[in-house]
């Protein structure tokens, strides 16, 4: 059975661009979470899907947003980087509440 | 508001020996779950245990156990036989079952504990 899949593993940008990270979650997982970790921060909840509707959402500014797809696999968009968006996306997957929650390899992401 | 604390920031254990790495927790919901996360230099989570605040036994898997303690709210992961391979980041994590919600995916997360396995 595959495991999360995060797209692309590495990625530089330039601040003031755009970008686009995926998730495939686990085959028959309808969650998808996001979370950006940082190493002043630590790991902070952006948002998560569940058959395609945001259900829940962290303190993080307009410019990051996120969509499901009716396959549930996630894409997550920031616009307009600033260099402070530099940092390891990680994304989970569950299949039901209170089970767990499994997490891809993350994407690093560094805005120059 | 859910909180996670772990209040090592390192831990250093001898090869072959246990190590217990603590984390306490704070909610007010009655039904939560609990999970150690194992993140090494390569920076993939790896799901290592889960506990249910419902769950009466502790959990166990392989040489991870958690020792729950409700009335605590601790939840310490016990590596058992420790290998150099055990050396990374743990991070212990609680997410919420609202009751009626259907927010199955926010984890809360501890800031964390290095431990390094010794020969």
């Known amino acids: 059975k595959a495991g999360v899949t995060q797209t692309p593993r590495y990625l530089i940008k330039t601040r003031g661009q755009q970008v686009t990270l995926s998730c495939s979650p686990i085959s028959g997982h309808r969650s998808v979470s996001w979370y950006q970790q940082t190493p002043g921060q630590g790991l902070q909840f952006l948002f998560e899907y569940f058959s395609e509707t945001q259900r829940n959402k962290g ?3 307009g410019r990051f947003s996120g969509r499901q797809f009716s396959n549930s696999r996630s894409e997550m968009n920031v616009s307009t980087l600033e260099l ?22 993350g994407t690093r992401l560094t805005v120059v | 508001a859910q909180k996670i604390t772990q209040t090592q920031p390192g831990m250093f254990v001898q090869e072959k ?16 779950g609990l999970f ?8 993939e989570m790896i799901f ?8 009466e036994q502790n959990a166990t898997e392989g040489r991870y156990s958690l ?39 926010k984890l809360t997360f ?10």
């Open chain 1, 59 to 61: 303190n993080f500014p």
């Open chain 1, 84 to 105: 402070g968006d530099s940092a390891l996306y990680l994304c989970a997957s569950s299949w039901a509440k209170n089970t767990e929650a499994f997490f891809g390899q």
């Open chain 2, 17 to 32: 020996e246990a190590v217990t790495l603590d984390c306490t927790y704070d909610t007010s919901d009655q039904s939560y």
């Open chain 2, 36 to 43: 150690w996360y194992k993140q090494p230099s390569s920076g």
């Open chain 2, 48 to 55: 290592l245990i889960y506990q249910g605040s419902y769950d």
């Open chain 2, 67 to 105: 020792n729950f303690q409700k009335a605590r709210k601790s939840a310490n992961l016990v590596i058992s036989a420790s290998q150099l391979g055990d050396s990374a980041m743990y991070f212990c994590a609680m997410r919420e079952a609202h009751a009626g919600g259907t927010s199955y995916g």
């Open chain 2, 110 to 119: 501890g800031q964390g504990t290095i431990l390094t396995v010794h020969p």
